[in-house]
């Protein structure tokens, strides 16, 4: 027999409350007999109990059978047989990794897996799914007992957040599509409710935790040679802390700070003059809950060059910038765009042309065409000046705006979420746009050819974009699960992972995916090598508070599932409704009797 809403039967504990109205005393009433004698014997044996004489009359027992069978029946009993076609489904994502008494949560969760797998008939079988990346099978055909326990010791949980996921409509769709006769997801969050077919098991309990949320490295500007780096930390507990801050590069600790942050808040902290190394950590000195997001990854840029690849039908006007120091400029008619090379760079130009979509690497846009996916273009506008800019930012630094004057411009309309830095009483000049941690940038007036001195004011907006794009060029890791742009792939290449496993890559590969663990990826093609960091990118998996809740109620279950379990909950409903019925009918009849006696006692007294 098993109880689908067990919380119920802690309703039991209070049965013996019933017993309270029974050992109170009535209270003492005033009246005069002739004669005390015949209350001696009586009066000492009451006042030898205070709480008065204990006497259970038969309705006692009829009210505690009542009460009783009422809370068996909200425990929603059911008698069980062994299923013999289940699915588990594991919680995989990365607040899985947090400690539990020395265990991690998803340790616990395949121990509860284990055991509900023993709970099988001797031919039962199982299927094991997994929620990270996205709720998917493992393996294309079910496993006995022995196997399933196999592929248990077998899994690991992932670097990855929570997919978006309605698990009550997944899970019940699963179930009746499969036909399995029970669906078990295991998982850290709390679950409410419980279905004859879909279960909730959790996992794990509420902790405080620090974390390092964000992370880069970049170089100042163009001119200076020396980097960068800022990080940010996370307090997710109940009280302030001073976290002390790390920065590693090459096993050795090159810096180090200490910030107090809040509880719930964030706080962050910068390094300067770093010596150059393929890459950096940032780490926190914290022995919390989830060691996993105690320290994050970034990569260097591969330079202090940016090399451009400028998309336009006015060479000669791009090819000016390849006389600003650290530039190195390849021109392209936009014709050529799709049938380029274009790996390796760490800013594209588009003037006066824009691809069919937006390109993987940092893009600045110059009076794009109609067709642009960011923004729209508006009436020409002649002879204009700025009105408002950002400040402080990179792209407005040390320009002297009185004398920054735009011959030709078209105001810009937004399309997508972003940032105005410029603008006209008309409407934005300067755009900027940030996915998946790749900066764009739109302009409505055109700043080439570069004439250094000869428009100081806009040669300096030239410099400040270009380096505007440095930060951003190779510096800002991916958050796990994001893919590694490969250009095109040859044979002989490999990608190394973070847990140091060599995958070789297929002849014409563009994207490498698999990238479930935070750390660095190592692309080797012969004698290079190419670097590439992957961090936690689900702040809330850090955040071991109050994880969201599951709703699992209301799962249909299938008709194998009506063949394991037999709810007899309902017919102690009515059981416990005929005993009502009874209760009303036998004890509303003595206390009409003591009503009618009462008023003769009281005359004759």
Same mark, same amino acid.
């Given at each position: ?82 299923? *013999? ?11 899985? /990794? ?108 509420? /902790? ?80 919390? &809950? ?34 600003? +120091? ?28 824009? +691809? ?30 700025? *009105? ?22 078209? +105001? ?134 109050? +994880? ?51 008023? &003769? ?5």
């Amino acid at each position: 027999m098993e109880f689908l809403n067990p919380t119920a039967l802690f309703g039991l504990l209070a049965l013996p409350l019933l017993l309270i109205p029974y050992l109170l005393r009535r209270k003492p009433r005033r009246v005069l007999f002739s004669s005390l004698l015949l209350f001696m014997t009586g009066s000492e044996q009451m006042s030898s109990r205070p709480w008065g004489r204990l006497h259970l009359p038969p309705i006692f027992f009829l009210q505690l059978l009542l009460l009783a069978l009422l809370i068996l029946a909200l425990s929603e009993p059911v008698f069980s047989v062994r299923p *013999t076609s289940i699915a588990i489904v594991l919680d995989n994502s990365a607040s899985m /990794q947090s400690l539990e008494n020395g265990k991690t949560r998803f340790a616990l969760a395949k121990e509860r897996a284990s055991a509900v797998i023993g709970e099988l008939s001797a031919a039962g079988q199982v299927d094991l799914y997994v929620t990270a990346p996205r709720l998917e099978k493992l393996g294309a055909t079910p496993l006995s007992a022995a196997d399933a326990n196999g592929a248990l010791r077998s899994l690991d949980a992932f670097d990855l957040g929570d997919p978006p996921a309605d698990y009550n409509t997944a899970l019940s769709r699963l179930a009746s599509e499969r036909k399995y006769e029970r669906v078990y997801l295991i998982t850290d969050h709390p679950t409410s409710g419980q279905g004859s077919t879909v279960r909730g098991v959790s996992v794990g309990a509420v /902790q405080a935790n620090q974390a390092v949320t964000a992370f880069e490295v970049h170089r100042s500007s163009l001119a200076n040679a020396r980097l960068e780096a800022s990080a940010q930390v996370a307090n997710y507990s109940n009280k302030d802390e001073k976290i002390r801050i790390f920065l590693k590069a090459d096993g050795k600790t090159l810096a180090e700070r200490e910030v107090a942050v809040g509880t719930g808040k964030t706080a962050s902290a910068t390094f300067e003059g770093l010596p150059e190394y393929p890459y950096y950590i940032a780490e926190i000195d914290a022995r919390d &809950a989830l060691p996993l997001d105690n320290r994050r990854y970034a990569v260097a840029p591969l330079s202090r060059e940016l090399k451009v690849l400028a998309i336009t039908p006015r060479p000669q006007a791009a090819a000016s910038l390849r006389s600003i +120091p650290g530039v190195t400029v390849d021109v392209i008619a936009p014709t050529d765009y799709e049938k380029s090379e274009r790996a390796g760079y760490g800013l594209e130009i588009f003037q006066f042309a824009s +691809p069919n979509r937006l390109p993987r690497s940092p893009a600045l846009f110059i009076l794009p065409p109609e067709n642009s996916p960011l923004v729209q273009l508006g009436a020409p506008l002649t002879d204009t000046n700025l *009105t408002s800019w950002r400040e402080p930012h990179v792209l407005t630094r040390y320009i002297n705006f009185s004398l920054f004057q735009l011959p030709y411009a078209r +105001p810009l309309t937004a399309q997508v979420p972003g940032e105005i830095v410029m603008e006209t009483g008309k409407g934005a000049l300067v755009f900027a746009h940030e996915r998946q941690g790749v900066r764009y940038l739109v302009l409505g007036f055109d700043p080439l050819p570069y004439l250094g001195r000869g428009n100081l004011p806009m040669s300096i907006f030239t410099l400040n974009l270009l380096d505007w794009f440095l930060e951003n060029s190779g510096a800002q890791s991916q958050a796990t699960g994001e893919p590694i742009p490969l250009g095109t792939s040859r044979g002989d290449d490999v990608i190394v992972t973070p847990r140091a496993q060599k995958i070789p890559l297929t002849s014409g590969q563009n994207y490498f995916s698999g990238t479930y663990f935070q750390g660095i990826y190592q692309l080797s093609r012969g004698r290079d090598r190419q670097i590439f960091s992957r961090n936690l990118g689900d702040a809330a998996e850090s955040d071991l508070r109050s +994880p969201a809740p599951i709703e699992i109620q209301g799962s249909a279950s299938n008709g194998a599932g009506a063949s394991v379990l037999f709810s007899f909950w309902p017919y102690l409903m009515l059981a416990s409704l005929a005993l009502l019925i009874i209760e009303w009918f036998v004890n509303p009849r003595r206390r009409t009797v003591a009503l009618r006696r009462k008023p &003769a006692r009281m005359a004759w007294r």
